[in-house]
C-alpha cells in the first residue's frame, strides 16, 4: 500500500484501528515463530515457560493427529469440577494426550455433571434453565472437540454434524428483537442509533491498550451518548453487560465479535443445539468419557489443593477433598496432572417455585469453588485475586426464570410478537426478546421446542431474565428478586400485551415458574487488572493448570463455551506437551474487510467519511482523487466507505 492509499485509510476510524492491530498481530506473530523455531530445533523439548503452547490457523493441523505423548500412560490426572472446562479437559487427554481413561479421575460435588450447563426436569418443581447458550461459527476450539464426540441422535454422527445439519436446515433470526407498550414491536430496525460522539467514543474503546483499561468501568469510557442508544440495548441485553462491568472486557469482546456487529439486531449470526445445553453437549461427552473409562467421583468437594512452591518451580502436591461428609487427601507426584476449575458463574444459585421467591443469604453462599479458589490463592501471588469477582453480590446477579405454559392461552400472544409457532419444532424467537421499557430490563427467548427431549408436546419452555433484580416491577410493584414464579409471569405477561383481567388468571392456571437468583452470574465482567486471573499454566507450574472462566487466557472472551474449551485445550497440550496447535482465535479484528463494514453498520448505514474529521476535511476531496482507479478505491466501494458516485 502507497503512502497516499495509506493516508485515505487513515482518514476512517476503522482503517486506523486496522492498521494498529496488525501492527500488533505481526508483533504476536515474530513470538510465535519464536515459539515454533524452539520447537524444531534438535533438542526436541519445551520450553518450560511457554510448556510447548503454539497457536495455528488453516486446516493442516486442525486435521492432523498428533503422536502420543511419551510416558503418558504412566501419568495421572485429576479434574477439579465437571463443568464444561473440566469435561472438555477430560476429552482432550483421551482423544489428543492418549490417556488411559482409568488414569482420568473427575472429582464433582454434585451427583450430576455439567456445572453451568444444566437443564433438568424436577418433578417437585418443573423444567428448569438457568440459562443458555448462543454459538457461533468462529468457535474454533469447541467445534474442534464437538467433531469428535459421537452424537446421541444421530448414528454414525457427531455432535459438530449434528448441530452443522440442524443449523443448516433451520438457520437461527429474529423476528422481532425488542418490544414497548406492551408487546408492540419497538421497530428497531437493525439500526444501532448511535451520534457521531458516541461512534467515536466506541472507536476509541476499541484502539485503547489493555493496561489502560485495567480497573475501570464501561461508565468510565462511555457516557449518554452511548448509553441512550439502541446499540446499548442490544448489546447489554445479549451479553448481559451493566454500565459498572469491565471497560476490558467490553473492549475484548467488541474486537472477538466485530465480524457480528451487522448480526446484532436479528441474531443471525447465532447458533443454538436442538435441546437444552445438558443433553445437547455435555451428556454427549459424559458418554464419551465413560465408554473410554474415564472415573466420575461424585459427591467430593474439594476444598484445597496445596502446592510446593520455589523459586523456579511449583509443584501441586495434595488434594483435600471432603467426600460424602468425610475429609480426604490425596498425594500427587510431579508426574500426576492436576486441572483446577477456579471460581464459578453459578455457584450458590438460590432456587424459587411457583408460590416462593428465590430467598436466602447469598452473602455468604460462596462454598464451592469460590472457597477453593481463596485457598488456593493464598498460596502465591500468581494464582489470581478471587475478590476481585466474588465481593460484591449487587453488581454480579441477576436473576432468571422458566416459564413452562401449561395449555394455548399465552401461545397467541407468543406468536403476536415472534411472528412464529412455537411448537414446530423449529426456531421461535431466534434470541432474546428485550422489553425495551421494562423497569427489570427482561428478556425472555424460546428456543426450539421440546428444549427437553421428554417434554410435553403440548407445553412450551421459556426463559426469561431480568438485569435490574432491585427495582420495583411495572404491574408486579415488588423487586424481580423478592418475586414468585407466578409474579414473574405476571410481570412477563404484561409484557406480552395480555389483558390486565387476565394477567393472574393465566400466571396460576396456565403456566408455572421457576425462578433463579444467581449472585456470581456476571462475576466475570467485574473490573480487573491481567494478574487478577491466573493463567491457565502459570510460570513454572510442573504439573498443574487452572480451566475455566476466571483462567486466563489472552486470546478470547469470558462468558462463552469457546473460552472454557479453549483454556482446556490450552492446558492440556501445555502439561502434556501435545505436539498439536491450538486453534487461534478467529482473526476477524485484523481484517480491514470486517472493519469497515463494521464502521458503516454502527454508523446505521453511512460512511465514516462523512463524519467531522476537522482538518483532514481540506484534504479528504485530494485524496478520494488520488485513489481513483486503485484496488483501495475498488474496496471502499465495495464496503459503502466510498460511494459510487463520491468524486
Keep these: 500500500m502507497n503512502r497516499k492509499s495509506l493516508t485515505i485509510a487513515a482518514t476512517t476510524v476503522t482503517a486506523v484501528s486496522s492498521a494498529v492491530l496488525v501492527a500488533k498481530k505481526v508483533k504476536n506473530n515474530k513470538k510465535d515463530e519464536k515459539v515454533n523455531t524452539y520447537r524444531n530445533t534438535e533438542l526436541g523439548r519445551y520450553d518450560k515457560n511457554d510448556k510447548g503452547i503454539y497457536y495455528t490457523n488453516g486446516n493442516y493441523e486442525a486435521f492432523a493427529r498428533p503422536k502420543k505423548p511419551e510416558g503418558v500412560e504412566n501419568k495421572n490426572a485429576y479434574l477439579i469440577g465437571s463443568g464444561l472446562a473440566s469435561l472438555a479437559a477430560a476429552c482432550f487427554l483421551v482423544r489428543d494426550g492418549q490417556m488411559p481413561g482409568k488414569n482420568i479421575h473427575i472429582l464433582e460435588a454434585m451427583d450430576i455433571v455439567g456445572g453451568a450447563c444444566d437443564g433438568i426436569f424436577d418433578p417437585s418443581r418443573g423444567y428448569i434453565m438457568r440459562g443458555g447458550r448462543e454459538m457461533e461459527n468462529h468457535f474454533e476450539c469447541l467445534w474442534d472437540l464437538f467433531r469428535s464426540i459421537p452424537s446421541l441422535e444421530i448414528k454414525d454422527a457427531s455432535v459438530l454434524d449434528e448441530f452443522y445439519w440442524l443449523n443448516k436446515e433451520d438457520p437461527n433470526y429474529s423476528l422481532c428483537r425488542a418490544t414497548i407498550n406492551r408487546g408492540q414491536d419497538a421497530k428497531t430496525n437493525g439500526q444501532f442509533n448511535l451520534s457521531q460522539k458516541g461512534c467515536m467514543e466506541i472507536m ?95 459427591n467430593t468437594e474439594v476444598t484445597n489443593v496445596l502446592f510446593d512452591i520455589k523459586p523456579d518451580k511449583k509443584v501441586a502436591k495434595t488434594i483435600e477433598c471432603n467426600v460424602k461428609g468425610k475429609e480426604k487427601r490425596i498425594s500427587l507426584s510431579e508426574n500426576d496432572l492436576v486441572l483446577i476449575t477456579n471460581g464459578s458463574c453459578t455457584e450458590g444459585t438460590i432456587y424459587g417455585d411457583q408460590n416462593h421467591a428465590p430467598n436466602g443469604n447469598a452473602e455468604i453462599r460462596t462454598s464451592g469453588c469460590w472457597n477453593l479458589w481463596k485457598n488456593i490463592a493464598k498460596q502465591d501471588k500468581s494464582f489470581g485475586h478471587p475478590e476481585k469477582f466474588c465481593s460484591d453480590i449487587q453488581k454480579t446477579n441477576w436473576e432468571s426464570a422458566t416459564v413452562t405454559t401449561l395449555d394455548d392461552k399465552i401461545i397467541p400472544y407468543i406468536t403476536n ?24 430490563l427482561l428478556s425472555w427467548t424460546i428456543n426450539r421446542q421440546g428444549q427437553f427431549k421428554q417434554q410435553d408436546k403440548d407445553k412450551v419452555c421459556v426463559w426469561v431474565y431480568g438485569l435490574f433484580t432491585d427495582t420495583i416491577g411495572d404491574y408486579v410493584k415488588k423487586p424481580m428478586k423478592d418475586c414468585t414464579g407466578k409474579e414473574i409471569t405476571m410481570e412477563w405477561l404484561y409484557h406480552l400485551g395480555v389483558p390486565e383481567e387476565l394477567i393472574e388468571d393465566y400466571a396460576t392456571n396456565s403456566a408455572i415458574c421457576i425462578p433463579t437468583m444467581m449472585p456470581y452470574i456476571t462475576a466475570f465482567f467485574m473490573p480487573r487488572r491481567k494478574e487478577d486471573r491466573p493463567d491457565v499454566i502459570v510460570k513454572d507450574a510442573i504439573n498443574f493448570a487452572f480451566l475455566g472462566q476466571f483462567a486466563h487466557t489472552p486470546r478470547d472472551t469470558v462468558f462463552t463455551t469457546e473460552y472454557s474449551v479453549r483454556t482446556a485445550m490450552e492446558a492440556v497440550y501445555g502439561l502434556l506437551g501435545v505436539d498439536r496447535g491450538v486453534p487461534e482465535v478467529w482473526g476477524s479484528v485484523y481484517d480491514i474487510r470486517e472493519l469497515l463494514d463494521s464502521s458503516v453498520k454502527l454508523m446505521d448505514g453511512k460512511s465514516p467519511l462523512e463524519m467531522n474529521l476537522g482538518p483532514l476535511n481540506i484534504i479528504k476531496k485530494p485524496l478520494i482523487r488520488s485513489i481513483k482507479g486503485t484496488v483501495i478505491e475498488k474496496l471502499l466501494k465495495e464496503h459503502q466507505i466510498l460511494k459510487e458516485n463520491e468524486k
Excluded at 421 to 426: I, L
Aim: proline share 3%; glycine share 4%.
Design 417 to 440: 410478537i415472534c411472528k412464529r409457532d412455537p411448537k414446530t419444532g423449529h426456531v421461535v424467537t431466534g434470541g432474546i426478546v428485550s422489553c425495551q421499557d421494562s423497569s427489570w
Design 204 to 298: 476509541k474503546l476499541f484502539m485503547t491498550k489493555d493496561e489502560d483499561l485495567y480497573d475501570k468501568t464501561i461508565e468510565d469510557v462511555f457516557d449518554e451518548e452511548v448509553f441512550n442508544s439502541t446499540f446499548w440495548m442490544y448489546w447489554r441485553t445479549m451479553f448481559a453487560f451493566e454500565n459498572w462491568h469491565s471497560a476490558l472486557e467490553m473492549k475484548l469482546y467488541f474486537q472477538r465479535f466485530i465480524h457480528h456487529i451487522s448480526g446484532l439486531p436479528d441474531f443471525s449470526a447465532l447458533k443454538f443445539t436442538r435441546y437444552n445445553q445438558y443433553e445437547s453437549l455435555i451428556l454427549p461427552m459424559q458418554k464419551y468419557l465413560e465408554k473410554h473409562g474415564v472415573d466420575f467421583q461424585f
